[in-house]
């Protein structure tokens, strides 16, 4: 989605900075929460020499990585509908935060190519981080409570699985499930089962964890991969979703009666509280190269 910034910060965000010769490129990975991004500049284009330059070579890449990250950042869907970008316009996020994000993360140091004419270092942007800067609330709201709850069974976590094409609720088509930081998850009623605010963030700050079709399929007892198998347990409830909902489709839509699995037990409904949910999307999504 594109989003508009105003002018007067234009300069902020995006520093005419044409002359120096300095370049990034990276992706969003989902399956991870992060962003990985490498810095990379021409020695020559910016009259450095090796090795009494090396020094000020590293130093530009530092200054230029916050600048050159910071439209990607600003891009990451938050939910269905906002953008980074889009809560830094409103003023529900600061440029201030923003940087905070991408300076925090992980580096490592400057490498120099095999011919000593570019420099590059890598940057691991993480995005559980960016996450929790975005809770609000301190106690998690109730989820919705069943009248004539039926016995079920207690489960160890919840996978959904949204890696197929889906219909858009409301709309003629179909597509696939995009990641955000904040999905949704309603019911073929149109309830809404889960969103940010019914999670502690005393317990955790990462609403789903997104995964590929591959991680269930495994040759193992259960099907899971371990860094799955490890969030959501060894008797996980698996749900296949039924439509996706979100003017970007990012919110799994899944069976009344398979909502009704989760919400007629406590237990079931700590899950959710407990971020102990896994979204299964298609492979090609979970990956935006930049």
Request: glycine content about 6%; aromatic content about 8%; hydrophobic content about 40%.
């Amino acid at each position: 989605m594109k989003y508009f910034v105003p002018f007067f910060l234009f300069c902020t965000l995006f520093p005419l900075t044409g002359q120096t010769k300095v370049d990034i490129a990276g992706a969003v990975e989902w399956r991870h929460m992060e962003i990985s991004a490498s810095v990379t500049i021409k020695l020559a284009s910016v009259g450095i020499r090796l090795p009494t330059g090396r020094i000020h070579a590293e130093e530009i890449i530092s200054d230029e990585y916050p600048h050159l990250v910071r439209p990607y950042l600003l891009s990451l869907p938050v939910d269905s509908s906002s953008t980074l970008g889009d809560m830094l316009n409103r003023g529900e996020f600061s440029l201030l935060r923003t940087d905070a994000i991408s300076l925090a993360a992980q580096k490592i140091p400057p490498t120099l190519s095999t011919d000593l004419t570019v420099m590059s270092a890598q940057y691991t942007v993480n995005l559980d981080r960016l996450s929790a800067s975005l809770l609000r609330h301190t106690r998690p709201q109730d989820t919705l409570r069943v009248l004539l709850p039926a016995p079920v069974a207690s489960y160890t976590g919840i996978i959904i699985l949204a890696y197929e094409s889906l219909p858009i609720h409301g709309r003629s088509v179909s597509d696939y499930a995009q990641p955000c930081i904040f999905p949704k998850i309603w019911d073929t009623d149109m309830n809404l089962i889960y969103e940010r605010n019914m999670m502690d963030p005393a317990i955790v700050q990462t609403m789903v964890r997104y995964t590929g079709p591959e991680s269930i399929f495994q040759a193992t007892p259960s099907g899971l991969d371990e860094g799955i198998k490890t969030l959501v347990g060894d008797n996980p409830l698996r749900i296949i979703a039924r439509g996706v909902f979100g003017i970007r489709p990012t919110d799994p839509i899944i069976d009344r009666e398979d909502a009704l699995l989760i919400l007629s037990s406590e237990s079931n409904r700590r899950l959710l509280r407990e971020g102990k949910v896994a979204i299964v999307l298609n492979s090609e999504v979970l990956r935006n190269s930049f």
